[in-house]
Every structure is written in C-alpha cells, then in structure tokens.
T-cell receptor, first 115, second 115 residues
Framework: DTEVTQTPKHLVMGMTNKKSLKCEQH?????MYWYKQKAKKPPELMFV???????INESVPSRFSPECPNSSLLNLHLHALQPEDSALYLC??????????????FGPGTRLTVL | DAKTTQPTSMDCAEGRAANLPCNHS???????VYWYRQIHSQGPQYIIH???NNETNEMASLIITEDRKSSTLILPHATLRDTAVYYC????????????????FGKGTKLSVKP
C-alpha cells in the first residue's frame, strides 16, 4: 500500500481565517513533505520533516505553520493567508529524507482558495 | 541536482507506444533518474526510476543511454487515461540534513493521448 491521504480535498477561506490541512500515511515512512503547486506550474517544496522534526523550510512565510505530531501525521496550519496563496497543496512521504533510492509518494492534494 | 530538459508537449495515438525523452547531460554517477506523472489536478504519481540499467514495471519502461546523459520513458500501449504531465527528475545522493535527494520538479512534458 502506497497511499497518502489528505483532507480536506477543497478549502475556501477568508484572509482572516485560521484553517489546517491534514496529511496521513501508514507506510512507516519517517520523512514527510509539503509542496505548493500554483496553476500550470510544477510542485515546489515547502517543508520537510524527518523523524517528526522540521528539517527543511524553503523560506516559507510564517503564515504557513507546519506540524508533525507523530510519525503518521503531518499538518499545515494556515493563518492570515493572501489570495496569492491559493494553490494545490500536496503532501508526500518517503522512507527516509534525502535518500535518492527512496521513492516519494504523494497524496491527492488540497485545493485551497483564499478570498 | 542535475538539470533535465524535456519537450513541452507531445501527442500520441491511443494504443500506440508513447516515448517521452529526457535530457540530463550533467548527471553524476550516483544520481538516479525518476519519472512521475500528474493527471490534471491530482497529486503526482510515481512511475519508475533507474540508475544505469533499463527498468520495467507494470506501468512503463525506462531506457537510459549508456553514457546516462539521456533517458526515455516508454508507455507501451498508451490509453486516454495516460494523458498527463510527465516529469523527469534527477535526484542526487544523500546529504543528510541538506536538500540533496529531494525532488525538484521541472516543467515536464504534457502528453496528450488522442483517440
């Protein structure tokens, strides 16, 4: 089983709202990732967690706050977003971070619209 | 991570083989070639990866040239459901805690399979 699940599938929020995206995997993977994908662009890496600790933050604004409460769960907390943050947010996982022999598996994504 | 070059778009007739090229002339000896695809508004789907030898699985075949400077992904009998953006990615070797080994997506090839 190589399934990564993400909830919700769609999210519409105002600029003053606080919301969270959730990602879950049960493959025993110890690396989890958040990507952002704007329309007609490739996915871009935002954060990497390795063994539940933040390993990489690709200079993401603080209005995006990741959290990894356990080895199976990854959250992305959203606060005071801007309309330009509207995008497809993708979660992925792999056995370990950074090993080029470990395949990353992606979830279906959350389509976020900020009004 | 080595840079890749792919055609922007390709067409293929349904039932025929789709051959998607990728140029990675600056690839290093321990870098792997990965292929993912992304069907519209879904998460990227892992297809196949390889180092030196040709690889085959239930989805596709990967042919890597002897000098490793280019590769071709082959979908043997393309169907309409294979219409997607195909990403060729070169992944560097592990550098624990760094960004090497992560997926860096280029623009990919938009494959359109036509009846």
């Amino acid at each position: 089983d190589t399934e990564v699940t993400q909830t919700p599938k769609h999210l519409v929020m105002g600029m003053t709202n606080k919301k969270s995206l959730k990602c879950e995997q049960h493959m025993g993977h110890r690396a989890m990732y958040w990507y952002k994908q704007k329309a007609k662009k490739p996915p871009e890496l935002m954060f990497v967690y390795s063994y539940e600790k933040l390993s990489i933050n690709e200079s993401v604004p603080s209005r995006f706050s990741p959290e990894c409460p356990n080895s199976s769960l990854l959250n992305l907390h959203l606060h005071a977003l801007q309309p330009e943050d509207s995008a497809l947010y993708l979660c992925a996982s792999s056995r370990r971070q950074g090993r080029n022999t470990d395949t990353q598996y992606f979830g279906p994504g959350t389509r976020l619209t900020v009004l | 991570d080595a840079k890749t070059t792919q055609p922007t778009s390709m067409d293929c007739a349904e039932g025929r083989a789709a051959n998607l090229p990728c140029n990675h002339s600056t690839i290093s000896g321990n870098e792997y070639v990965y292929w993912y695809r992304q069907i519209h508004s879904q998460g990227p789907q892992y297809i196949i990866h390889g180092l030196k030898n040709n690889e085959t699985n239930e989805m596709a075949s990967l042919i890597i040239t002897e000098d490793r400077k280019s590769s071709t992904l082959i979908l043997p009998h393309a169907t309409l459901r294979d219409t997607a953006v195909y990403y060729c990615i070169v992944r560097s070797q592990l550098n624990y805690g760094g960004s090497q080994g992560n997926l860096i997506f280029g623009k990919g090839t938009k494959l359109s399979v036509k009846p």
